[in-house]
């Protein structure tokens, strides 16, 4: 795992992608590397940032050179060890142990044909010194990012947005309809990108430059048509398929551990991987018995501990009781995009004090749900195709008795009657629109009541971009459009997407042993029924689980990876809500209106709705904002600093 960057017939190519790799450098502290070579009347830069993983020596470092080939590479490839056998057969020499090596080698064998046969999370760009062609590439999934810039014939590209920022020689635009889009879902969705002339290459798909100024884009792996593929095959043994990716996903020469938050994802992949290292580290957190009581959040500690004391795991609890205040304008800073989903804080502090006790990758259960049907969501869907045979006027009595109950009051919080009001609040709509309304922050009316009202045609944009992805498939099975719909906007636009800002920033290297083409492939393999059987949703990953997990653990209540955010709210970050309110940049700005963001506030603090998501995400937006509109490539330093005058100016007119 890596940080990448590099120029390709840019103007000053050199002192670009030395500054892109320094402002990667948490990304790799082990080591960093630049290649240069001309291409016609100028040149290509290839700048790397190492976080050693694999092969630990020099014969590891990046960007690799060998006959004519040059690779920077950032990612894992799991079937590293098989592809090495197959290229030695045919007579290649290696001259290390890398994966890195292996990519390089399989792309002089194959070419882009070479893209289908990765297993794995990868980004790169490999230049060919004879043609003088450079092709960047990135895995199937979304694992891995990779931000690009084009001007003229020239082209550059990194791993994190804000390096390209940095760069750009003139000062990218906010694009407003991605501004848009991360207010409707509180992140910005994969095709978008939140600085206008960036883009993000898609997973699934290679871009090729060429000397003369053209460019080739391709697609060799396409989640929708794997899904389509894998409903007419047999299904698979899938516990034998989930073990068997997490056995190579412990391929590495460093330790490796463990997310372990007692929920049944992480508790399988725990289980698994101690049965393949026995005594393995896990991370696991909890939160201030005093927010996790007002937030009325369940204990998930317990059944992490009973995991690990089943499976001879060393566990580590860390308990998140943060300076929000410090680190929201880090987290902002490092998320690149404007995502308000505070599991990132978590991810980070796990990460951070893995690395403090030397750990540098660790496993996570990620894309379970996703692919499963493990979201309350899901379940939520499936309820209201039943719920809509209710006769109407009993439907009503239903509406008018919960609206009237209040989320919470000032010492706790009501999470069924939370879950009850979001549920009422699409449980009627036609199928895609109340699978949107089930996880996004706002209705369309609500929406546009918060923005500038020139927008309005934007907010028509991003939403029909949801209904043509979610509708473009070939499924006749509405928990599998669900899930389909999830694995091509929501893990990659959110989750993956803040795991790998989360965890770079704290120089560690995440694994998801679910996202894997072969566990996506047998996710695919089961009917919806299979996935959510009464009431119970992720039935067939329980099924699974249910060989190697005890039943409490596999049929607990689902778990939360997330904050105590109404606490946080109401207390830490009160003062600072009033302020963004008063005369923050998204208001001044004319983006934002002002009486909706106040509406919003009083309807919280009275107990009748929960906003504290909506503004959390205001607050990351506001500040990422600022970031964006006074200046690029800013240090985390500077930031936390204009942070903290904004938070003392708060409170001393709050």
Known sequence: MCGIAGTYRWPDGKAVTDRLTEILAHRGPDGAGRY????????????????????????????????????TYNGELYNAPQLRAELESAGVRFRGTSDTEVLLEAWRRWGTDALPRLRGMFAFGIFDERSGEL???????????????????????????????????????????????????YWVPDSRCALR????????????????????RGRYWNLKDIAAEARHGEAPDLAAVVEDSTR???????????????GLDSSYLTALAARHQPGISAYTIGFRAEDAKFEAMPDDLRYARQVAER??????????????????????????????????????LICSAAREAGVKVLLSGMGADELFAGYRKHLANVLALRYQRVPRLLRRGVHAAVDRLPVATARRGYRSVRFAKRFLSFAELPEETAFRR????????????????????TVDDVLTEHADIYQDNELDDFVNRMCLGDARMFLPGLNLAYTDRSSMAA???????????????????????????????????????????????????KGLFSAPLRAWMSRDLAPLVREVINDGELVNSGFLRRDALRRMVAEDASGQRDFSKHLWHVLTLEYWYRGATSGSGRSTRSTTQDFMGLQRNSEEHG
């Open 36 to 71: 240069s070579h001309p291409v016609g009347d100028s040149e290509v830069q290839l700048g790397h940032r190492r976080l050693a993983i694999i092969d630990l020596s020099e014969t590891g470092a990046q960007p690799m050179a060998k006959d004519g080939l040059v690779l």
């Open 135 to 185: 092709v960047l590439a990135r895995d199937q999934l979304g694992i891995k990012p990779l931000f690009l810039l084009r001007r003229g014939d020239g082209l550059v590209f990194a791993s994190e947005l804000k390096a390209l920022a940095a760069v750009s020689g003139a000062k990218l635009e906010v694009d407003h309809a991605a501004l848009v889009a991360s207010l409707l879902y």
């Open 197 to 216: 002339e960036a883009e993000k290459l898609p997973p699934g798909s290679w871009l090729r430059c060429r000397p003369d100024g053209r460019v080739e």
């Open 248 to 262: 190579q996903h412990l391929l590495s020469d460093v330790p490796v551990a463990t997310f372990l938050s007692g």
């Open 311 to 348: 499976f001879g795991v060393d566990l580590h609890e860390i308990e998140i009781a943060p300076d929000v205040l410090d680190l929201l304008p880090q987290m902002t800073y490092h998320l690149d995009e404007p995502i308000g989903d505070p599991a990132a804080i978590n991810t980070y």
């Open 438 to 457: 089930s996880y996004t922050m706002y209705d369309q009316d609500e929406l546009l009541a918060l923005i500038n009202p020139d927008l309005a045609g």
């Open 507 to 557: 120089s560690t290297e995440v694994r998801v042993p679910y996202v894997d083409v072969e566990v996506v492939k047998a996710a695919f393999a089961f009917p919806g029924d299979r996935k959510i059987a009464g009431r119970q949703g992720k039935a067939v990953l329980k099924e699974a689980a249910s060989s190697i997990l005890p039943k409490e653990i596999v049929h607990r209540p």
